[in-house]
């Protein structure tokens, strides 16, 4: 690695998960970056700020997918280093501060160094089968925002990503640095965290927070909210909910056609695709009837949890 002089972000290792985790409510992480810029196929803007000021994040630890890519990515690192013996692959393993803007941060995966161009980012990344299209034209942008967050704090000119598709399609991708694409990133990273966290100001909620407000509100009182006025707000849901629910029953009946359409075959197929119905045998637990036959069996694995019904209106009477 570079040395402390020239170096222009500071080394900070985490003992711990935790430390870790406390170390990222304090900055702005490659994962966050096209969160808040709002391309994320995963996080919000919102769920980015509950995280960083609220302390409200979704446990994420147990999910395949981020249990797997914790499996594979040195597997699919000593792959890298196999493919191009001539350079010098180093995990990084601690948390990159940048010392003009100590709220960026960048958690590497390793560094590497070609031998014609010098030290650069090497990030690892695993993906799904499912998500092979969006490799497709290279890095998908979601992406991009992180590694070019990485070039930022670092200064290094250069990123190659290693990703292992559907567990057996690897590929590399070159990102090169580009002065203008860090300049947006960077303009949105430093707006998001003065304008937002600093300040304690919540961006807008969308589609994909109604799980965090969940989260930050489980547990109401038995108060209600008087208002002189309905709010625009409300006129506007239900508005929007009744478009939904006509929309609704035009694909459900559509969807009826279509099933008498395909009958006994397993689907159609034609110039635009295909399309299938699905169709077979499922069990479940029949807990009405464990409950009346074994009553202490069913209470000693009944599991309590608060859960989220949704939005309901009741009219008024005068209304």
């Not at 707006?191 to 994909?208: K, L, N, R, T, Y």
Request: proline share 5%.
């Amino acid at each position: 690695m570079a040395n402390a002089i020239s170096r222009p972000y500071s080394l900070i290792r985490c003992s711990s998960d935790s430390e870790w985790l406390d170390l990222r409510s304090h900055g702005i992480g490659g994962s966050d970056v096209a969160a808040i810029m709002g391309l994320s196929p995963w996080r919000t803007p919102y769920q980015v700020w509950a995280d960083k000021v609220l302390g409200v994040r979704e446990d994420i630890s147990g999910k395949p997918s981020v249990e797997w890519g914790t499996i594979l990515e040195p597997v699919v690192g000593d792959h890298y280093k196999t493919e191009h013996p001539d350079r010098t692959v180093r995990r990084v393993n601690a948390v990159c501060r940048s010392h003009a803007r100590p709220w960026a941060q960048a958690s590497l995966d390793y560094e590497v160094r070609d031998p014609d161009i010098g030290w650069g980012v090497l990030e690892i990344k695993t993906a799904s089968l499912r998500t092979a299209d969006a490799w497709a034209d290279g890095v998908p942008l979601f992406y991009q925002t992180q590694v070019t967050h990485y070039l930022s704090i670092t200064g290094r000119t250069y990123a190659d990503v290693a990703v292992l598709i559907g567990g057996q399609d690897y590929r590399e991708y070159r990102i090169e640095r580009d002065e203008d694409d860090i300049a947006a990133v960077n303009a949105a990273v430093d707006s998001f965290w003065h304008d937002h966290v600093e300040a304690e100001v919540a961006p807008d909620v969308g589609a994909g927070d109604t799980s965090t407000l969940f989260s930050q509100h489980p547990k109401p009182s038995e108060d209600l909210t008087e208002m002189d006025e309905t709010p625009t707000l409300l006129t506007r849901w239900l508005s929007a909910k009744d478009d939904a629910d006509a929309a609704k029953k035009r694909v459900s009946a559509l969807d009826a056609k279509l099933r008498q359409m395909i009958g006994d075959s397993r689907g159609i197929e034609c110039p635009k695709g295909r399309l299938t119905w699905v169709r077979g045998e499922s069990s479940r637990l029949d807990t009405k009837r464990l409950r009346a036959e074994c009553p202490d069996i069913a209470e000693r694995y009944m599991t309590k949890s608060t859960r989220d019904g949704g939005l309901r209106f009741s009219a008024s009477k005068e209304g």
